[in-house]
């Protein structure tokens, strides 16, 4: 029996690392079955119907959890998350503190209290504990919580404390850019300033004999990769993204458009190498790439974000929609993003037509307009990445 356990857990876990979610939710389940007072598997189980949106049944199994475990901090976490994204932001917050109890210093803790007094408009108690927090992420909300609450000469004094310890945060450098745009005064921020100066256009047909043909098999080729619909997280909305990086287990045809990427980072390094900024001074020695595509449906669009983990990032248009009267379809690059604009602050508009090819500072915000017909909107995004930045796709 004992073996058996062993065995089982293992496996599910090995499954959950994979995602091969369905699997080890069969697996933790067996697991249960042997062992009933196993919280871990419990808390594990909660995880997989979490990222699943089984919201309800992960807050069962978190509860279940804490039952058996009434000192399992990541289950109090865990069990926030869910009440969290119930819009249960209240009782969220109880075990949050709970968590907080357990460990006084628990970062994600802190930093969904943080999230959670920010969505409230308690601005304050947002930048506390965001400021306790003093990682990468806490860092850019700790300073636009200071935005909030007008406190605009501790934020040029953050941006210069924070750019001395975390030079390369592409958060702060995109809330950089923003505040010196409606300001008009300038930070210690330089990683990119001016990002919207540095969008490069370009297409995919200049390096090829073929290019409609080479569009179409790449097209046909995606369509048999794994996706997942609207991923939890993600920018993209009615919409199908890829789950894995298309560069992994490669084939002809994505060497082929990995080859064109990397000659176009070239000839973008090449147009903007003599500028000072501490994007181009510091240019990644290698040239580490992860990319995925994205098939929008009718109605499909990407909300404003960037990309922060990497350093340069870029779009390639496989098929377009009619733009229409509104700019359907189209790609707008602003100094804005979901929790902080400024009608004064410039945007940059561009109508992709197929084989189009754009490069642009993983800092600068971007969103995509929904579409009103039919049609499919096709695109592989990807990032440059330096050594060492973990791949997120947005």
């Not at 500028?275 to 994205?294: G, Y």
């Not at 695109?379 to 440059?384: A, D, E, G, P, V």
Request: aromatic share 12%; with cysteine.
């Amino acid at each position: 029996m004992a073996n058996s356990f062993n065995e089982l857990m293992k496996q599910a876990v090995i499954a959950h690392k994979e995602n091969r979610l369905e699997d080890a939710k069969k697996n933790y389940e067996e697991v249960i079955k042997i062992k009933p007072d196993y919280s871990i598997a419990y808390n594990n189980l909660g995880t997989i119907l979490f990222f699943s949106g089984k919201l309800k049944e992960a807050e069962s199994k978190y509860k279940k959890a804490i039952e058996l475990n009434p000192n399992y901090l990541e289950a109090y976490n865990n069990l926030g998350n869910a009440l969290y994204k119930l819009d249960n932001l209240d009782d969220a917050e109880i075990f949050y503190k709970k968590a907080l109890n357990l460990k006084s210093n628990f970062l994600p803790a802190l930093l969904s209290l943080g999230q959670i007094s920010f969505v409230k408009n308690n601005f304050k108690d947002a930048h506390k504990y965001f400021d306790l927090c003093n990682t990468k992420d806490s860092r850019v909300r700790a300073l636009i919580s200071l935005y909030k609450l007008e406190r605009f000469d501790e934020i040029f004094e953050s941006i210069k404390k924070f750019s001395e310890i975390d030079e390369l945060n592409l958060g702060i450098s995109a809330f950089s850019s923003f505040i010196e745009n409606i300001t008009k005064k300038d930070t210690a921020n330089n990683f990119c300033k001016n990002p919207l100066d540095f969008i490069y256009l370009s297409n995919i047909s200049s390096h090829l004999e073929n290019p409609i043909l080479f569009l179409e098999e790449l097209t046909a080729e995606l369509k048999n990769q794994e996706t997942i619909w609207e991923p939890f997280r993600k920018s993209t909305k009615k919409g199908y993204q890829s789950k894995y990086d298309l560069f992994i287990n490669s084939t002809s045809i994505t060497r082929n458009l990995k080859s064109i990427i990397l000659k176009e980072i070239d000839a973008y390094y090449s147009k903007y190498k003599n500028n000072s900024c501490s994007m181009i001074k510091k240019w990644p020695s290698k040239k580490n790439l992860e990319a995925w595509h994205v098939i929008y449906k009718k109605q499909g669009y990407q909300n404003p974000h960037n990309h922060i983990t990497g350093w340069l990032s870029g779009v390639i248009y496989l098929k377009v929609v009619p733009t229409l009267e509104n700019n359907e379809g189209s790609i707008e690059f602003s100094l804005n993003s979901t929790v902080y604009s400024d009608k004064s602050s410039p945007k940059f508009l561009h109508e992709p037509k197929v084989g189009d090819l754009i490069l642009f500072p993983s800092s600068l915000y971007h969103r995509t307009i929904p579409f009103t017909t039919d049609d499919e909107r096709i695109i592989i995004s990807f990032n440059l990445m330096p050594e060492g930045f973990a791949p997120n796709y947005s």
